[in-house]
C-alpha cells in the first residue's frame, strides 16, 4: 500500500519552457502533499506544502509565481515550473500523507528535470 | 547550526558487518522521527520510524533519545543490498526536515 506516482521521470527542455509534473496517491486519499527539490549531494528540501481544495503554502526563498501547485483532489497534486532556466535543473520529488502531521510521508519516484 | 546533523560518510564496510549511523536534531519540539534509505538517483524510501522505546526491524534497530535529541540506526549482519545513502528525518509541526544523508558502502 500507500503508493505515490510521479509522472513524468525525466524532462529535458529548452529554457522558457514550462514544466508541469503530476504527483498521484494511488491507493489511499493523501490529505497533504509536499514538493521537495533535491540538488547534487545535497539534502532533500521542502519547497511547499499543499492541502486539497486550498492554496499551498511556500517556504521561504521558494517562489510561488515560478513554482506552481495545484492540488485539486486528494489524489492529485501538479507543479508547474514556469518559465524554466538551467538554474532550476534538479531533482523534483512529491510526497503525500494522510492523516495527522506526525505519520509517514510517502514518496513519489522523482521527476528529473533538465533545462538546456 | 544544522537542524538535522548526521554522521559524515561514506561508510565502507564488509559484508557481514555491523554499522552504526548517528544523527542529532537541533529543535527540541520535534514531534517524530524517521529513518529513510535513498538509492543513487531515487526517491527516499520509508526504512522505519524511531521511537524512545526503540523500534527493531530484522537486522535494523532504531533508537531515540529525546534528552540528548539524538537518533541511532544500526545495522546488523550487513549485506550488499544495504549500500545506500541513510537519511535521518525529524518533523517539525509537519514539515519534513531531512539530514544530508550518510552513504553506506558494503563490499563483498
Redesign the interface.
Request: a negative charge; hydrophobic letters at 35%.
Given at each position: 500500500g500507500a503508493v505515490v506516482s510521479?509522472h513524468p521521470s525525466r524532462v529535458i527542455c529548452k529554457s522558457g519552457t514550462s514544466v508541469k509534473i503530476e504527483c498521484r496517491s494511488l491507493d489511499f486519499q493523501a490529505t497533504?502533499m509536499?514538493w521537495y527539490r533535491q540538488f547534487p549531494k545535497?539534502?532533500?528540501?521542502?519547497m511547499a506544502?499543499s492541502n486539497e481544495g486550498s492554496k499551498a503554502t511556500y517556504e521561504q526563498g521558494v517562489e510561488k509565481d515560478k513554482f506552481l501547485i495545484n492540488h485539486a483532489s486528494l489524489t492529485l497534486s501538479t507543479l508547474t515550473v514556469t518559465s524554466a532556466h538551467p538554474e532550476d535543473s534538479s531533482?523534483y520529488?512529491c510526497?503525500a500523507q494522510t492523516g495527522d502531521?506526525?505519520q509517514?510521508?510517502?514518496?513519489?519516484?522523482?521527476t528529473?528535470l533538465s533545462i538546456l | 547550526r544544522k537542524e538535522v546533523e548526521q554522521d559524515p560518510g561514506p561508510f565502507n564496510v564488509p559484508e557481514g558487518a555491523t554499522v552504526a549511523f548517528n544523527c542529532t536534531y537541533s529543535n527540541s519540539a520535534s514531534q517524530s522521527f524517521f529513518w529513510y534509505r535513498q538509492d543513487c538517483r531515487k526517491e527516499p524510501k520509508l526504512l522505519m520510524s524511531v521511537y524512545s522505546s526503540g523500534n527493531e526491524d530484522g537486522r535494523f534497530t532504531a533508537q531515540l533519545n529525546r534528552a540528548s535529541q539524538y537518533i541511532s540506526l544500526l545495522i546488523r549482519d550487513s549485506k550488499l543490498s544495504d549500500s545506500a545513502t541513510y537519511l535521518c528525518v525529524v518533523n517539525q509541526g509537519g514539515k519534513l526536515i531531512f539530514g544530508q544523508g550518510t552513504e553506506l558502502s558494503v563490499k563483498p
Open positions: 510521479q497533504t509536499f545535497q539534502s532533500l528540501m521542502l506544502t531533482f520529488i510526497s502531521f506526525d509517514p510521508q510517502h514518496f513519489g519516484d522523482g528529473r | -
